[in-house]
């Protein structure tokens, strides 16, 4: 009598790309530096901001401006600085290389980071979201349907810049360089101060980048309820861009 032998074969696809998800934001909620960067240095923007006056953001109520800009602020920590820094690092040590080549895949793969940035995300909406309301934020809810492309598109702009700054510099340069780009578009890259409250020139270049753009993007949804076009182009153009930019010069391996 002949038995069937078991056969064994990779898991389905989504049970791949679901299972390297939850590994990725595990890994990015354990290490302390990318918690520091995606939590812990957001929240405190945000009650610094609250319990100061300077610098201006504009008018309008001070908490209302600020949650909607330090929400940009956690966007760019987790979908550009972690990722930035989390890639350079695994394509160092050859783990990017061997995953291409597992049944994961390559597009699996940037499947999974891309679900583990949205997850993390969606940790930073509710943490900053809760201390916001308890330091007096009033959104405009309705305000939530329209912060939901842009943010999305947002994290698309910052994780294509991600892979296109981790793909091409050695490991050590991607960590100087991604924590440095975060200090700068933080202090001029019209995130927290909106580019309107800014300098002429730097007015003029903030609205331009994606930083200015997702910042004046949420600013628009949570405070005014609406969907502003020009921000959510700008972050489009961006996505774009940077995404052909690293299909062209991403390197899997040192």
Do not use: C
């Not at 979908?79 to 990017?96: E, H, K, N, P």
């Not at 049944?103 to 997850?119: D, I």
């Not at 900053?128 to 330091?135: K, N, S």
Request: charged share 10%; no cysteine; aromatic share 6%.
């Amino acid at each position: 009598m002949n038995r069937a032998v078991p056969t064994t074969g990779a898991a389905p696809a989504r049970d791949r790309v679901l299972a390297q998800a939850r590994f990725e934001t595990g890994t990015l909620m354990r290490n302390g530096e990318q918690l520091l960067v995606a939590l812990v240095l957001p929240a405190m923007a945000l009650v610094a901001l609250a319990l100061s006056h300077s610098p201006s953001l504009g008018p309008g109520r001070r908490i209302d401006l600020a949650v909607p800009g330090v929400l940009a602020l956690a966007v760019i920590s987790t979908a550009f600085t972690g990722q930035a820094i989390s890639t350079a690092f695994d394509r160092r040590y050859g783990v990017l290389r061997l995953l291409g080549v597992s049944p994961l895949g390559r597009g699996g793969l940037l499947a999974a980071k891309a679900l583990a940035v949205l997850t993390i995300e969606l940790l930073q909406l509710i943490v900053i979201g809760v201390l916001g309301v308890a330091l007096g934020w009033h959104p405009q809810w309705l305000g939530l349907f329209a912060a939901v492309p842009v943010t999305l598109m947002g994290t698309w702009a910052f994780v294509a810049l991600a892979l296109l700054l981790a793909g091409t510099v050695r490991a050590e340069g991607v960590l100087a360089l991604a924590n440095l780009i975060w200090v700068v578009l933080l202090g001029l890259g019209g995130v927290i101060v909106p580019p309107a409250q800014q300098p002429a020139v730097l007015a003029h270049v903030g609205a331009l980048l994606p930083s200015g753009a997702l910042g004046n993007g949420l600013r628009e949804a949570f405070v005014a309820g609406r969907l502003a076009a020009v921000p959510l182009l700008v972050l489009v153009v961006w996505g774009a861009v940077a995404t052909y930019l690293a299909s062209r010069t991403f390197r899997w391996s040192d």
